[in-house]
């Protein structure tokens, strides 16, 4: 071990200054060829000498020049990591928005969601019905949700107002909306209404639930003409309980005014059934 010691001084010095140990190798093969007298050799290890002695002057600038290339190089280096380090975290910073909006997604404004309702309900919904109202959270003046009602005979079929129910929630899916309310309508006047209120309305949106499963309250809506006629039979007998006034009598009178011609027969058989009621 301790005989590899100078060897490893003797590289080492070597190596510190290597542009003489060039120039030293060059001159002995030089003197070498001269002592063996080989022209050709000779003439080779001339130009060789010659080469090492350059080497040797400009050694310093030659280093210097080539610690200033590495050196720069290490900037180069340095900056391209910096620049893909800087693009990982901003393609990891947009994945995490990305997942953020869609667990929880984004406020929106009062005036932008009504916006943007309005341009997502076809011009087929817009019945005598259609209406939407853009509300506040009970809780919170940041969080919007909406009322909407829509009409349309195809919303007869439950299957149609998931589909639209679905529609907008995939439509809004970076919005953050608090139970929306849904109301649906068959005809102008009469006909079928359902509605509901989606609690999970966020779920749908992120797609974790369906809108399949959402449940409507559904009932029958009266004419106008039928309203009417119910409103038409309360009064008749609201004024006959209040007046204390016997159906009976009340129904011979009845058969005077139809005999008179002062009513028609069908007013005198709605009336009939009304006190008889």
């Not at 005989?3 to 003197?31: D, E, G, R, S, T």
């Not at 063996?36 to 080779?44: A, E, I, N, P, R």
């Not at 340095?78 to 800087?86: A, G």
């Not at 809004?172 to 102008?188: A, S």
Request: with cysteine; glycine share 4%.
């Amino acid at each position: 071990m301790w005989k590899a010691i100078p060897i490893i001084m003797l590289i080492m010095i070597a190596l510190a200054y290597m542009q003489y140990v060039f120039v030293i190798i060059a001159f002995a093969l030089l003197i070498y060829s001269i002592v063996k007298k080989k022209k050709v050799m000779c003439m080779l290890f001339c130009v060789l000498f010659a080469y090492t002695i350059h080497l040797c002057i400009i050694w310093d600038d030659l280093v210097a020049h080539t610690n200033e290339e590495l050196a720069a190089s290490k900037v180069e280096r340095e900056k391209v990591e910096l620049e893909k380090e800087m693009e990982r975290r901003r393609i990891q910073e947009e994945i995490d928005r990305e997942k953020y909006i869609k667990k929880y997604g984004i406020k929106i404004s009062e005036k932008d969601l009504e916006s943007k309702l309005d341009s997502l309900i076809p011009q087929e919904y817009r019945g005598s019905h259609y209406e939407v109202n853009i509300l506040c959270s009970y809780n919170s003046t940041d969080v919007r949700t909406f009322d909407i009602s829509v009409q349309n005979e195809k919303f007869n079929d439950s299957k149609e107002c998931k589909l639209f129910i679905g529609y907008i929630a995939k439509q809004l899916e970076q919005y953050y909306i608090w139970k929306p309310d849904f109301e649906f309508y068959t005809k102008d006047d009469g006909g079928i209404g359902k509605s509901a209120i989606i609690e999970n309305f966020r779920s749908i949106q992120n797609g974790t639930k369906s809108a399949k499963n959402v449940e409507f309250y559904e009932y029958e809506i009266m004419t106008k003409q039928e309203e009417k006629e119910l409103n038409e039979k309360n009064n008749d007998n609201n004024y006959i309980r209040n007046s204390g006034i016997d159906p009976l009598d009340r129904i011979k009178k009845l058969k005077e005014l139809l005999d008179s011609g002062a009513i028609t027969q069908e007013e005198y058989n709605k009336k009939k059934k009304a006190l008889l009621e």
